[in-house]
């Protein structure tokens, strides 16, 4: 299995909802991110987790809030989020070679609006 | 922190000819180099990346060319079919493993 697997495909909720997104990658990758993307702009790293651990968190307003359950499973939960909050959620693995970086794979994303 | 400017935003080219997308990053820290393409509606996917310690690197119709000293990098597509087009990022990424800088992204079209 060389692909990372993202549900919901399409989520819409209201600000004062509670709702997860989830990614589940069997690459054996080590390194799982979430980045948010706005339309014809690039993505935008949120959090890095290595080894299961959250090792970058880009500065994201705490509504958003990050999971790593074990090393094949990230979620994302969003509570009270604001419109401006809609955009195309991606999650991406990488392996993890020492300090090298190295190709992320990416989801086919949640398109997230919020109303 | 990493800034990468990538140019140009815009691209359109007749089938066949050549297309090139240039990239500069500001950390001379920066080691790896990957190029991302996204269709419309899908998903970022890898298409070729470059180490630091390596000038050049091809793969088919895709080279992507590295200047340290510089500190710029290049996307070369050669004899560009319609499936070609979509947005192309290139992104640098350095010390801080698994962050990654992306530049604003170039639209390509090739025209029939």
């Known amino acids: 299995d060389t692909e990372v697997t993202q549900t919901p495909k399409h989520l819409v909720m209201g600000m004062t909802n509670k709702k997860s997104l989830k990614c589940e990658q069997h690459m054996g990758h080590r390194a799982m991110y979430w980045y948010k993307q706005k339309a014809k702009k690039p993505p935008e790293l949120m959090f890095v987790?290595?080894?299961?651990?959250?090792?970058i968190n880009e500065s994201v307003p705490s509504r958003f809030s990050p999971e790593c359950p074990n090393s094949s499973l990230l979620n994302l939960h969003l509570h009270a989020l604001q419109p401006e909050d809609s955009a195309l959620y991606l999650c991406?693995?990488?392996?993890?070679?020492?300090?090298?970086?190295?190709?992320?794979?990416f989801g086919q994303g949640t398109r997230l609006t919020v109303v | 922190g990493e800034n990468v400017e990538q140019h140009p935003s815009t691209l359109s080219v007749q089938e066949g000819d050549s297309a090139v997308i240039k990239c500069t990053y500001s950390?001379?820290?920066?080691?790896?180099f990957p190029w991302y393409k996204q269709e419309l509606g899908k998903r970022p996917q890898l298409i070729i990346d470059i180490r630091s310690n390596v000038g050049e690197k091809k793969d088919q119709r895709i080279a992507v060319t590295l200047n340290k000293t510089a500190k710029h990098f290049s996307l070369h597509i050669t004899e560009t079919q319609p499936e070609d087009s979509a947005v192309y990022f290139c992104?640098?990424?350095?010390?801080?493993?698994?962050?990654?800088?992306f530049g604003d992204g170039t639209t390509l079209t090739v025209k029939p």
């Open positions: 987790y290595s080894y299961e651990k959250l090792s």
């Open positions: 950390d001379s820290a920066s080691n790896y």
């Open positions: 992104a640098a990424s350095g010390a801080n493993a698994g962050k990654s800088t």
């Open positions: 991406a693995s990488s392996p993890v070679r020492g300090r090298l970086n190295t190709e992320a794979f």
